[in-house]
Each structure stands twice: as structure tokens, then as C-alpha cells.
């Protein structure tokens, strides 16, 4: 049998797009689904740049006032200490959740753009729409023309459409460094005879917890071999086609479980 390659993430879509044709049967319009996505496109994004704020405060703390034993905040001549570990693997956390919130940013995004697409009208353009209803404030400086009346003599907009996805990805620069940054302050923890064994093992886990985000994204994106589910197919939809126990293949069936 041949083999069948999909990613966990086009899975998800997939699930996605096939609720949204049961929204649809309920009543609700393109414009409701489109509408709403954007909404949680919206939320997404603002959830992602709380979370990369939050997780850049730990990093301040740690880069600025801490060693590898100690985060240490003095405060009108009180000084309150924290082991550096504990701040370490929080932080860690967090850029874990951070990775989570961006693939689901990511996916609210493609299947918003999926749908929108499934609106072929002259001249129509979803980005304009989404403006028009308080929504993709920055449609208008956004160089995609989808007229297909017109034909660049120069490439501009393919140009200028490569300028804007490589600024897009220089922000994952810093939080590239970041999780470099913790995975390197955290070995240095975890081999150091100056700190307390706990915390040490502390450090260890928030060194897992790293490579965990970074084991995620890869495998989460990453088109995988399935096969399908004989049992699942047979068992759980064939045979609800026919009177309780007359399929005709169920003898057959039968014989090879």
C-alpha cells in the first residue's frame, strides 16, 4: 500500500475546515465564519505579543540582576532573592506555551485565508472586507494585488512581498536567541558544584523543556507517514450503513481480525 505523508497540523485544518461545514449547515454565513475568524486572528496575535513580552521580562531579570545562583531585586534597601533555576525553568514554560500560542496564530491565519479564498468574486478582495469591518488594519499597505486585471511589467509587489515576510521572520530572531540564551544559562546551572542539587535538577528540567519546544515545532509541522484505520473505517462507519449485523463484508471482516 502506498504510503501517505500529512502533518499533524494539516490534520487539525482539516478537522477545522470539515466543523466549519457543520457551522455552515447551522445557518451561519461566509461573512459569520469569516468575521469570526478574524477575531480570533486578532486575539491570537494580541496573546502572542503579551506572551513574548512576558517571557522578555524574565529575561531582563536574569541577564540584569541574577547569576547562576540568584535573581536577587533590592527595593528601598530590602532585597528579595529568587534561585535562578526557578526563574530559568518558568521561563522555559513560558517559551513553551509562547511556541503553542504562535502555531496557533499561525493556523488561525492560513485557515482564515483558506476561507476567504472560497469567495471567487470579481474584483473582491477579503482583505479589503475585513477592513471595512474593523479588522486587517493593514490590508491597504499590504503589497498582494488579487485584480487579475492587471499584469506587472516589474515583479514590485513579488518583491516587495519577499522584503515583508524577511522582516516577519527577523522577529523570531530574538526569540530564537532567547531560547538559546536559557538553554546555555540553565547547562551552566546544572554543572555547577556551587549550586544546591535540587536546583540543579531544576535547571535539568528546564533544559527538557526546551528542547521539548523545539522537538514539538518540528514534529507538529513536518509531513509524517500515516496509513489508515481499517478498524476505525469498518467498524465505526461501514457497518452503520446496514441493519445491525447484515453488512456483506462482515464474514470477511470477521476472518481477518
Known amino acids: 500500500m502506498k504510503k501517505t505523508w500529512v502533518s499533524l497540523r ?69 532585597t528579595a532573592s529568587v534561585p535562578t533555576a526557578f526563574v530559568t525553568v518558568v521561563a522555559s514554560v513560558g517559551f513553551f506555551f509562547i511556541i503553542l500560542q504562535m502555531q496557533s496564530a499561525l493556523m488561525i491565519v492560513l485557515l482564515r485565508a483558506h476561507e476567504g479564498a472560497r469567495l471567487s468574486l470579481r474584483g473582491f478582495s477579503m482583505g479589503a472586507y475585513g477592513l471595512y469591518n474593523g479588522q486587517d488594519e493593514m490590508e491597504l499597505s499590504t503589497p498582494l494585488i488579487r485584480y487579475g486585471s492587471f499584469k506587472e511589467v516589474l515583479p514590485a509587489s513579488g518583491t516587495l512581498i519577499v522584503l515583508y515576510l524577511i522582516v516577519l521572520a527577523s522577529l523570531l530572531v530574538p526569540l530564537a536567541g532567547l ?79
Not at 461566509?30 to 475568524?37: A, N, S
Not at 480570533?40 to 540584569?64: N, P, R
Request: hydrophobic share 45%; aromatic share 12%.
Open 179 to 257: 531560547w538559546v540564551y536559557l538553554l546555555d544559562l540553565q547547562m551552566i546551572i546544572a554543572r555547577s558544584d556551587i549550586v544546591h542539587g535540587v536546583y540543579r535538577l531544576v535547571a535539568v528540567f528546564g533544559v527538557f523543556v526546551l528542547i521539548a519546544s523545539a522537538i514539538y515545532t518540528v514534529i507538529f509541522n513536518i509531513p509524517l507517514p500515516i496509513k489508515k484505520n481499517s478498524f476505525s473505517i469498518r467498524w465505526g462507519f461501514l457497518t452503520r450503513l446496514h441493519p445491525p449485523g447484515r453488512h456483506p463484508r462482515l464474514e470477511a471482516w470477521l476472518e481477518e481480525e
Open 10 to 78: 494539516s490534520i487539525k485544518q482539516h478537522e477545522f475546515r470539515t466543523t466549519l461545514r457543520y457551522i455552515k449547515v447551522a445557518g451561519a454565513t461566509w461573512h459569520d465564519i469569516y468575521i469570526q475568524l478574524g477575531k480570533l486572528q486578532t486575539e491570537a496575535i494580541s496573546k502572542l505579543i503579551k506572551g513574548c513580552t512576558g517571557i522578555f521580562v524574565y529575561y531582563l531579570l536574569l541577564s540584569s540582576l541574577g547569576d547562576a545562583s540568584n535573581v536577587s531585586i533590592s527595593v528601598q534597601g530590602i
